[in-house]
């Protein structure tokens, strides 16, 4: 990506007008880290006294452009109820009075109109106004009847902002769409995983057990919702086979579903005795099922054995559903409490928290998010608005602002809140395009970025400001897609509890005493996902399932030679410090400055002969290297480096490569580039591995006597070496004193040839000699 503009994507400080930078700027409120936004709130509660032919009655209320309306239908005492708040911004009102027009049908019944300048401005927790019944009339100026309503100037912390009709909405959404343009909170229920031990089985049903001369190859497939899982085929000549296997699921309380388990009989012909086992499996015979209600499944927070009863197998015989419960099955079934369920990427966990409510720790504080503005946002596709919501995930808290339609620059300034309980976490913050707003065929909310914060980066009680870049990558190249301003706040309601926390274990105990493989971890996150989207789903307004996959994403596992290269480079880079200290070394040695050999030197006779000083030199010197480096400390917060990204440096067909489906949709000439390319990196990864294993080897076969003559030598030497220090003892200070000092004597006591150890070792054979 050579001739792609370099952009430096860091994360700038703003001074917005906010309550949290001046706190004795008017009274404090619960929105104090937005910029306070007054709206023009109406309230249209009910009509009376009207006479009418229609039993439909719409209101409807003008501001200069802008408009709002809604329609019900007369109750039986004949009123007509509306009970809708309508929010109009202020900054962008284009008149002075609003006219508030009943109608029937097309016909205007009665109409009242106020003006702006006399609605009271009211801020919580000031009581709502009541509203008041208001005189309508017609164009003649008669009376028509009354309408109750109320009217004033709020801000974003009114509690009907969520739910009021804005004036910035498309009027034209269906009652689906308006939900999804408005804030919504949502909570995500609590995950649990699902260990069933399949143990074994007796008294199974198999046709001619006693006359086969293989053995039945018997396995056990356990399914809850759509997850299905399997254990081993078991090989047995008798009705008693043996697993001892584990299956694990994820579900989530209140624990409605079901537990299927059915055991099978693999079959080498294709002979299935009825329907009703065909839609197992062509292959497959079922011996019998039963199934376990979750709400049943006894829980367990420890490491503790669950109980382990025999539970009956009804095996179908025919088209009568005739059943009989001979067969048994042998399960331990748990819901293991003592596990964070991971849905997130274990990077970026939002909350460390087992499932088991008992084992919670108490919060160690609490952390606010204003969700101010987005600045520059482009386009997903040509010739579209932008019409925006944030969503902001933390724990098992999601909260989505309101969209903000056809602006580039939309402002939410909406603050949310969560509890802590461990501040070594993440939250998530990502921009997307709302689907309903879109006239695309098959809509889907399209991600224009994300932002992740680490509250362990976050100073205690500090306000920050922030524009946040949203950087997307593209199969041609690396963008920014806009910036987003936040302000956030971590509280700590104990100080000392959070340096504790450091000195605690990052996960549950049950992850330590009980672990569960790193392979077991990555098969049960796709299902913590999908659980998480079918929840969120259900909601009355709905989370899209690509809102979560985004939110959710964890892409260290897809194949990216552009992150393998940068993870090379960061490990290179850790190694630096060994690299910098034999570079010091060698300089020493070279007395290219002879004034540091000689503080070198009085240091190496100081700790020779006062040894218990060294371990308190090498502290001290730890802590003053920190102190000083505090001079020195990072003042932004981490953001994306494209030069640690390798970014700019790949070619740009391996960034292409990562957004590749699987298997390949690529073909020809690019497949085979990409396939010499990858020949080139492993090559040079073999000869570096085979070099790391020449050198053991060689280091190995000291003793080995493959090379009689180089083995005989060694043992002289050790031999010889074993008799100086027994007749001569040596202590072990003197020995690594005059060793520290043979090795940095001056350039003109020695040679520039490699050490006799060392030319030893390289004459050495290894095992690339029995290599093809």
């Given at each position: 990506?050579?001739?792609?503009?370099?952009?430096?994507?860091?994360?700038?400080?703003?001074?917005?007008?906010?309550?949290?930078?001046?706190?004795?700027?008017?009274?404090?409120?619960?929105?104090?880290?937005?910029?306070?936004?007054?709206?023009?709130?109406?309230?249209?509660?009910?009509?009376?006294?009207?006479?009418?032919?229609?039993?439909?009655?719409?209101?409807?209320?003008?501001?200069?452009?802008?408009?709002?309306?809604?329609?019900?239908?007369?109750?039986?005492?004949?009123?007509?109820?509306?009970?809708?708040?309508?929010?109009?911004?202020?900054?962008?009102?284009?008149?002075?009075?609003?006219?508030?027009?009943?109608?029937?049908?097309?016909?205007?019944?009665?109409?009242?109109?106020?003006?702006?300048?006399?609605?009271?401005?009211?801020?919580?927790?000031?009581?709502?106004?009541?509203?008041?019944?208001?005189?309508?009339?017609?164009?003649?100026?008669?009376?028509?009847?009354?309408?109750?309503?109320?009217?004033?100037?709020?801000?974003?912390?009114?509690?009907?902002?969520?739910?009021?009709?804005?004036?910035?909405?498309?009027?034209?959404?269906?009652?689906?769409?308006?939900?999804?343009?408005?804030?919504?909170?949502?909570?995500?229920?609590?995950?649990?995983?699902?260990?069933?031990?399949?143990?074994?089985?007796?008294?199974?049903?198999?046709?001619?057990?006693?006359?086969?001369?293989?053995?039945?190859?018997?396995?056990?497939?356990?399914?809850?919702?759509?997850?299905?899982?399997?254990?081993?085929?078991?090989?047995?000549?008798?009705?008693?086979?043996?697993?001892?296997?584990?299956?694990?699921?994820v579900v989530a309380e209140p624990f409605g579903e079901t537990l299927d388990v059915g055991v099978f009989e693999l079959k080498k012909d294709a002979s299935v005795p009825s329907e009703e086992q065909k839609k197992y499996g062509k292959y497959e015979v079922l011996l019998g099922s039963c199934e376990i209600p979750l709400k049943n499944v006894g829980k367990r927070t420890d490491r503790s054995p669950a109980s382990s009863p025999w539970y009956d197998l009804t095996v179908m015989e025919g088209e009568g559903m005739n059943a009989r419960f001979a067969s048994k099955i042998n399960m331990r079934i748990s819901l293991d409490g003592g596990y964070h369920v991971f849905d997130e990427p274990t990077e970026f966990s939002s909350d460390l928290r087992p499932s088991s409510k008992i084992l919670w720790k108490p919060a160690v504080g609490m952390f606010e998010l204003g969700i101010m503005s987005a600045s520059g946002l482009s386009p997903i596709m040509p010739n579209t608005s932008v019409d925006a919501f944030c969503v902001a995930k933390y724990g098992p808290k999601w909260v989505r602002t309101r969209t903000v339609v056809d602006n580039c620059s939309p402002k939410w300034n909406e603050q949310?809140?969560?509890?802590?309980?461990?501040?070594?976490?993440?939250?998530?913050?990502?921009?997307?395009?709302?689907?309903?707003?879109?006239?695309?065929?098959?809509?889907?909310?399209?991600?224009?970025?994300?932002?992740?914060?680490?509250?362990?980066?976050?100073?205690?009680?500090?306000?920050?400001?922030?524009?946040?870049?949203?950087?997307?990558?593209?199969?041609?190249?690396?963008?920014?897609?806009?910036?987003?301003?936040?302000?956030?706040?971590?509280?700590?309601?104990?100080?000392?509890?959070?340096?504790?926390?450091?000195?605690?274990?990052?996960?549950?105990?049950?992850?330590?005493?009980?672990?569960?493989?790193?392979?077991?971890?990555?098969?049960?996150?796709?299902?913590?996902?999908?659980?998480?989207?079918?929840?969120?789903?259900?909601?009355?307004?709905?989370?899209?399932?690509?809102?979560?996959?985004?939110?959710?994403?964890?892409?260290?596992?897809?194949?990216?030679?552009?992150?393998?290269?940068?993870?090379?480079?960061?490990?290179?880079?850790?190694?630096?410090?060994?690299?910098?200290?034999?570079?010091?070394?060698?300089?020493?040695?070279?007395?290219?400055?002879?004034?540091?050999?000689?503080?070198?030197?009085?240091?190496?006779?100081?700790?020779?002969?006062?040894?218990?000083?060294?371990?308190?030199?090498?502290?001290?010197?730890?802590?003053?290297?920190?102190?000083?480096?505090?001079?020195?400390?990072?003042?932004?917060?981490?953001?994306?480096?494209?030069?640690?990204?390798?970014?700019?440096?790949?070619?740009?067909?391996?960034?292409?490569?990562?957004?590749?489906?699987?298997?390949?949709?690529?073909?020809?000439?690019?497949?085979?580039?990409?396939?010499?390319?990858?020949?080139?990196?492993?090559?040079?990864?073999?000869?570096?591995?085979?070099?790391?294993?020449?050198?053991?080897?060689?280091?190995?076969?000291?003793?080995?006597?493959?090379?009689?003559?180089?083995?005989?030598?060694?043992?002289?030497?050790?031999?010889?070496?074993?008799?100086?220090?027994?007749?001569?003892?040596?202590?072990?200070?003197?020995?690594?004193?005059?060793?520290?000092?043979?090795?940095?004597?001056?350039?003109?006591?020695?040679?520039?040839?490699?050490?006799?150890?060392?030319?030893?070792?390289?004459?050495?054979?290894?095992?690339?000699?029995?290599?093809?």
């Amino acid at each position: 990506m050579a001739n792609q503009k370099k952009e430096v994507f860091s994360v700038k400080e703003t001074k917005p007008s906010i309550r949290a930078k001046n706190p004795l700027n008017g009274p404090t409120t619960s929105f104090d880290l937005v910029e306070e936004m007054l709206y023009l709130y109406v309230r249209i509660e009910k009509a009376r006294l009207l006479v009418l032919d229609h039993s439909v009655l719409q209101v409807e209320l003008k501001i200069g452009n802008y408009r709002g309306a809604a329609t019900t239908e007369a109750n039986p005492q004949g009123e007509f109820k509306w009970n809708r708040v309508f929010a109009f911004t202020k900054s962008r009102l284009q008149d002075t009075s609003v006219q508030v027009l009943v109608k029937d049908g097309v016909n205007v019944v009665g109409q009242c109109s106020f003006g702006v300048s006399e609605a009271e401005k009211r801020v919580p927790p000031v009581p709502p106004l009541s509203p008041q019944w208001y005189a309508l009339v017609d164009q003649k100026r008669n009376a028509k009847g009354e309408l109750m309503m109320a009217f004033w100037t709020g801000t974003q912390a009114d509690e009907v902002y969520n739910s009021a009709s804005h004036s910035d909405e498309a009027v034209d959404l269906s009652h689906k769409g308006l939900l999804s343009i408005r804030p919504s909170v949502y909570y995500t229920p609590r995950l649990w995983y699902l260990r069933v031990n399949v143990i074994g089985a007796q008294d199974l049903v198999l046709n001619d057990i006693n006359n086969r001369e293989q053995p039945a190859q018997i396995y056990v497939k356990a399914r809850v919702l759509l997850c299905e899982l399997s254990t081993r085929a078991c090989l047995t000549k008798t009705a008693d086979p043996k697993w001892n296997e584990d299956l694990m699921f994820v579900v989530a309380e209140p624990f409605g579903e079901t537990l299927d388990v059915g055991v099978f009989e693999l079959k080498k012909d294709a002979s299935v005795p009825s329907e009703e086992q065909k839609k197992y499996g062509k292959y497959e015979v079922l011996l019998g099922s039963c199934e376990i209600p979750l709400k049943n499944v006894g829980k367990r927070t420890d490491r503790s054995p669950a109980s382990s009863p025999w539970y009956d197998l009804t095996v179908m015989e025919g088209e009568g559903m005739n059943a009989r419960f001979a067969s048994k099955i042998n399960m331990r079934i748990s819901l293991d409490g003592g596990y964070h369920v991971f849905d997130e990427p274990t990077e970026f966990s939002s909350d460390l928290r087992p499932s088991s409510k008992i084992l919670w720790k108490p919060a160690v504080g609490m952390f606010e998010l204003g969700i101010m503005s987005a600045s520059g946002l482009s386009p997903i596709m040509p010739n579209t608005s932008v019409d925006a919501f944030c969503v902001a995930k933390y724990g098992p808290k999601w909260v989505r602002t309101r969209t903000v339609v056809d602006n580039c620059s939309p402002k939410w300034n909406e603050q949310y809140m969560w509890e802590v309980y461990d501040h070594c976490t993440v939250i998530t913050i990502a921009v997307f395009q709302n689907k309903y707003l879109l006239n695309w065929e098959r809509n889907r909310d399209r991600e224009i970025g994300k932002v992740r914060i680490r509250l362990s980066n976050l100073e205690f009680d500090k306000v920050y400001t922030n524009s946040h870049p949203l950087v997307s990558l593209e199969p041609y190249g690396v963008m920014k897609r806009g910036e987003l301003q936040l302000s956030y706040r971590f509280c700590s309601t104990s100080k000392l509890n959070v340096y504790h926390s450091y000195t605690q274990a990052l996960w549950p105990k049950l992850h330590y005493v009980l672990p569960l493989s790193v392979a077991q971890i990555h098969r049960l996150r796709p299902q913590a996902v999908k659980l998480t989207e079918s929840r969120l789903q259900k909601a009355e307004s709905p989370l899209s399932p690509e809102v979560v996959q985004y939110v959710l994403d964890d892409n260290k596992h897809k194949f990216s030679l552009r992150r393998a290269k940068a993870n090379f480079l960061r490990c290179m880079k850790l190694l630096e410090c060994f690299s910098l200290y034999r570079q010091r070394f060698d300089r020493l040695r070279k007395w290219t400055n002879p004034l540091h050999n000689a503080v070198f030197i009085i240091s190496l006779i100081e700790v020779t002969w006062f040894p218990w000083m060294a371990l308190a030199s090498m502290f001290f010197m730890l802590s003053g290297i920190g102190a000083w480096g505090y001079w020195k400390r990072p003042k932004q917060l981490p953001h994306i480096d494209t030069e640690l990204s390798q970014v700019y440096s790949v070619h740009p067909d391996e960034i292409a490569e990562e957004f590749d489906s699987f298997p390949t949709s690529a073909s020809g000439n690019i497949l085979t580039i990409r396939y010499h390319r990858l020949q080139g990196i492993i090559l040079n990864v073999q000869t570096t591995l085979g070099d790391i294993a020449t050198t053991g080897e060689r280091v190995q076969s000291l003793l080995s006597w493959r090379d009689k003559k180089a083995t005989l030598l060694a043992l002289i030497f050790f031999f010889f070496a074993g008799m100086v220090f027994y007749i001569y003892p040596f202590s072990v200070r003197s020995l690594v004193f005059w060793t520290i000092l043979y090795m940095t004597r001056h350039p003109m006591l020695r040679i520039d040839l490699p050490s006799y150890f060392h030319n030893f070792i390289r004459r050495m054979p290894s095992k690339i000699d029995s290599m093809l």
